[in-house]
């Protein structure tokens, strides 16, 4: 089966405290991936907290800068918030130029705020099967018989708009979502083409040292790489997260 159905992979990254940010870190990181994302626009973001008890309702408003790297060809982009890194990439190749691009931003981080813990690391690839031709149902050559047979419990297929799962997991040092099935996206109109969706999203228990970034992500990308392998047939669908 040809085509490449990595759809889109997110690295969201959540330190403890606040992130340097200032301009000379700007301009490193700018400089350092111009080639992958040569856009840049500061925008400012308004969050609105409310606070409700028997007494009265309160509002507590806060305001913060959201830096945004991107590019208007590939759609891929790098968010810096205070407290947190976003990396969304829609124009994927191969995992190790991923991590190139991710170990660029970070060291850029690091050599100013190494004493920070990443609080949180969270990797997500979201793969979107899409052929254009066939019985929308019939799925048995590329995905796992227990991830599709629920489609027994159907008796008129012809009536479905969309059946979509879940399992979750709790490994020793990281959490795994798991959603798959026919997403439809011509929903609420009933399936009528050959759709399936495969969405891995793992994140972890523990804070680590900014240092120690890429272990982490090489042991949730192990991961999903894994899930994705026992969900299909290998010899008709191939990997593209590699």
């Not at 000379?24 to 400012?44: A, G, H, M, N, W």
């Not at 850029?108 to 190494?114: D, I």
């Not at 990797?123 to 066939?134: K, P, S």
Request: some cysteine.
């Amino acid at each position: 089966m040809s085509g490449n159905f990595l759809k889109q992979v997110i690295l969201r990254l959540d330190f403890q405290g606040e992130i340097d940010r200032s301009q000379q870190v700007l301009d490193d990181i700018k400089r350092d991936v111009s080639d992958i994302l040569p856009e840049f626009e500061t925008r400012e973001i308004i969050s609105v907290e409310m606070t409700i008890d028997q007494a009265q309702k309160s509002t507590n408003e806060k305001r913060y800068k959201l830096f945004l790297l991107h590019n208007n060809t590939t759609n891929n982009s790098l968010i810096l918030e205070p407290s947190a890194i976003i990396f969304d990439i829609k124009k994927y190749n191969n995992y190790d130029e991923f991590k190139g691009f991710v170990q660029k931003v970070i060291r850029n981080l690091g050599e100013r705020s190494q004493s920070i813990k990443v609080s949180k690391t969270g990797l997500r690839y979201i793969n979107q099967i899409i052929i254009d031709e066939g019985d929308p149902f019939d799925l048995a050559e590329l995905i796992k018989e227990p991830l599709i047979c629920s489609l027994n419990f159907i008796q008129n297929r012809s009536e479905l708009s969309r059946s979509v799962g879940v399992m979750e997991l709790n490994k020793s040092d990281y959490y795994v979502k798991f959603q798959y099935g026919w997403f439809n996206s011509e929903f609420p109109n009933p399936i009528a083409k050959k759709e399936f969706v495969l969405d891995y999203d793992c994140y972890s228990k523990n804070e680590i040292d900014i240092s120690s970034i890429n272990g982490q992500i090489n042991i949730l990308h192990d991961e999903i790489k894994n899930l994705f392998e026992q969900s299909t047939n290998k010899e008709n669908l191939q990997y593209y997260g590699r």
